[in-house]
């Protein structure tokens, strides 16, 4: 018999993954969970949470759950696994795409104050799948970093932490960890009044879960002049984000960080493989649509090296849309949010990108980030 599987209609190429034998149905996310009654699976993403409170009633025929992401706070996995409703998540899917996010903001915003980012160290809070990326990443860039995650060094021996102290002693912080409530390395509000009051940062970065950040208290520490910049990308209330926070941030984007065509392919294909193992269905694993390497930009030598970036990354763009809806009424910000999330083009990462030889020994940012050089 074939297996029904609702889905988001937004899961990018959904479709052109899917297994034979799969009867797909999608839904609407706003408007919450479908009556799944006759479902075996179900698939969303991060804008749909998974609790009890939002499928109270698990049928006996749902056996898989997936969420089309690298992130899982929007589910309780427990609930599921009391209930026999195996779960799978996208992690790492979206690792490069928010790496290239960190690195692409670090230039701009090195730029734009005239400063030489290889002259600070940048503190990783997080070095799971994207934080592991962004230090091979710095790696390429020349960038020094502290990487601390102390949960990884109990899983992983061969993993050495560095100290609370040493990752709040940098110059830039970037965050990039789930958003847990309890436990002993919690991360609601990791970045607190408590820490930001003993340091000084010249940047702050966010491109993890809205939270990890105590808004309130870097809002009041940068009115302080203790932190000079904030990158934010995820807020407090999403999708109804404080147009406060998105005023005093050097960018501020709709929680697009990884968000490529790359990453979002990586989710769909994770999604079905998880699946067809549940159902023990046949899966082809080389439906990627292999798609050749561009040409960067039309640019010449004389074009700067900001303008380069953001001809492929559209991350100004972002950045001056959620500005442009930062004044509506909050119901009104959050669609709006919500609509610029899933109405615009992925971008592609930089390796399907090519420069000539001249741009790139001009600016060799260009080649660490990921372009090929001709």
């Not at 009556?35 to 006996?60: F, Q």
């Not at 808004?215 to 904030?230: P, Y």
């Not at 039309?298 to 090296?305: G, I, K």
């Amino acid at each position: 018999m074939p297996v029904t599987l609702y889905a988001d209609r937004n899961i990018y190429h959904l479709k052109d993954w899917l297994p034979d034998n799969i009867n797909l149905i999608t839904f609407e996310p706003s408007d919450g969970i479908p009556d799944l009654r006759d479902a075996d699976a179900l698939i969303v993403r991060t804008v749909s949470k998974v609790n009890e409170k939002t499928l109270g009633n698990i049928p006996e025929s749902l056996r898989f759950i997936g969420t089309a992401s690298s992130g899982t706070d929007h589910v309780d996995i427990g609930y599921l696994e009391n209930h026999g409703v195996h779960f799978a998540s996208a992690a790492g899917c979206n690792a490069r795409a928010v790496a290239e996010y960190i690195g692409t903001s670090l230039i701009l915003w090195g730029n734009q104050m005239d400063l030489n980012i290889k002259n600070h160290t940048i503190g990783i809070v997080g070095v799971g799948h994207v934080g592991s990326e962004l230090a091979a990443l710095l790696d390429d860039m020349q960038i020094s970093y502290v990487a601390y995650d102390p949960p990884r060094e109990l899983r992983e021996p061969s993993f050495i932490s560095a100290t609370l102290d040493e990752v709040l002693g940098c110059d830039i912080l970037t965050f990039h960890v789930p958003l847990t409530e309890t436990g002993e390395y919690a991360t609601r509000h990791w970045l607190d009044a408590e820490k930001l009051s003993n340091h000084h940062y010249d940047l702050v970065i966010n491109a993890s879960r809205g939270g990890v950040t105590d808004e309130a208290a870097l809002m009041k520490t940068m009115d302080q002049g203790r932190v000079n910049n904030c990158i934010i990308d995820v807020w407090e209330g999403e999708p109804a984000f404080d147009p406060n926070m998105s005023g005093m941030a050097f960018l501020a984007t709709p929680h697009i960080a990884g968000y490529s065509v790359q990453a979002k392919d990586n989710a769909t294909r994770m999604m079905m493989e998880a699946l067809s193992e549940t159902f023990d269905l046949p899966f082809d694993n080389n439906n990627a649509s292999g798609k050749e390497v561009s040409s960067a930009t039309e640019a010449n030598t004389d074009a700067s090296l900001a303008s380069i970036l953001t001809s492929i990354n559209p991350i100004c763009k972002y950045d001056k849309e959620l500005r442009s809806i930062a004044g509506l009424p909050e119901k009104d910000r959050g669609t709006a949010f919500r609509k610029m999330r899933t109405d615009r083009p992925f971008r592609e990462e930089y390796r399907m990108f090519s420069a000539n030889f001249g741009i790139c020994r001009k600016y060799p940012e260009l080649q660490a980030l990921g372009i090929r050089c001709d």
